[in-house]
């Protein structure tokens, strides 16, 4: 148990639907991370916070938003969803700021796009 | 931004024999190069990083060698074993924790027993 939790761990929608992804860092951690994973391929980056600010963005689109919360947890929100939106999600949560540390993932969030 | 590159993407080896996987980044700037190790349906789970103040690190059958010159680094399993089957990423990460962490595409390597 790596201390990320992400939720729901699947979720399954039709196109043009909503959703949001939830992530829960470790205790203690600061920044977190979204990553995309399409079947077979790499860690797509798709934005990262610390301390509740976003401090880097990848090429996320912009139908997708996110935020960190006074609490640290994040939200990933996909709007306007489309087949290639289909995909498992990771949130990784690290200490941040000059320490940077290591990146904890969390099991992920599997979205399936109908 | 940074850009980092790795290969082989597919890598087949024989149980007892030696895997190296190796990548390259853009940033001169990047000083922290994790790997990760994801196993099928699961999450990435570090397995050695190195900074750019240590040319080699070793871990008992996992090695990481780093040329900041050549903006090289690369990772050695030795005695490979069934178990070590699994897709391995590379990454780079420069200014401590401010910044994203990159990772290569990742290989997938298959030990075969």
């Known amino acids: 148990d790596s201390g990320v939790t992400q939720t729901p761990k699947h979720l399954i929608t039709a196109t043009g639907q909503r959703v949001t992804l939830r992530c829960s860092p470790r205790?203690?951690?600061?920044?977190v991370y979204w990553y995309q994973q399409s079947l077979d391929q790499g860690l797509q980056f798709l934005i990262q916070?610390?301390?509740?600010?976003?401090?880097a963005k990848g090429n996320i689109l912009e139908r997708f938003s996110a935020q960190q919360f006074p609490d640290l947890h994040s939200e990933l929100n996909l709007s306007s969803l489309e087949l290639g939106d289909s995909a498992l999600y990771f949130c990784?949560?690290?200490?941040?700021?000059?320490?940077?540390?290591?990146?904890?993932f969390g099991e992920g969030s599997r979205l399936t796009v109908l | 931004g940074e850009n980092v590159e790795q290969h082989p993407s597919t890598l087949s080896v024989q149980e007892g024999d030696s895997a190296v996987i190796k990548c390259t980044y853009s940033?001169?700037?990047?000083?922290?190069f994790p790997w990760y190790k994801q196993e099928l349906g699961k999450r990435p789970q570090l397995i050695i990083d190195i900074r750019s103040n240590v040319g080699e690190k070793k871990d008992q059958r996992i090695a990481v060698t780093l040329n900041k010159t050549a903006k090289h680094f690369s990772l050695h399993i030795t005695e490979t074993q069934p178990e070590d089957s699994a897709v391995y990423f590379c990454?780079?990460?420069?200014?401590?924790?401010?910044?994203?962490?990159?990772f290569g595409i990742g290989t997938k390597l298959q030990v075969i027993p």
């Open positions: 990454a780079a990460r420069a200014n401590g924790g401010y910044q994203k962490v990159t």
């Open positions: 205790s203690g951690d600061l920044s």
């Open positions: 990784a949560s690290s200490v941040g700021g000059p320490v940077g540390g290591e990146l904890f």
């Open positions: 940033d001169s700037a990047s000083n922290y």
């Open positions: 916070y610390y301390n509740g600010e976003e401090r």
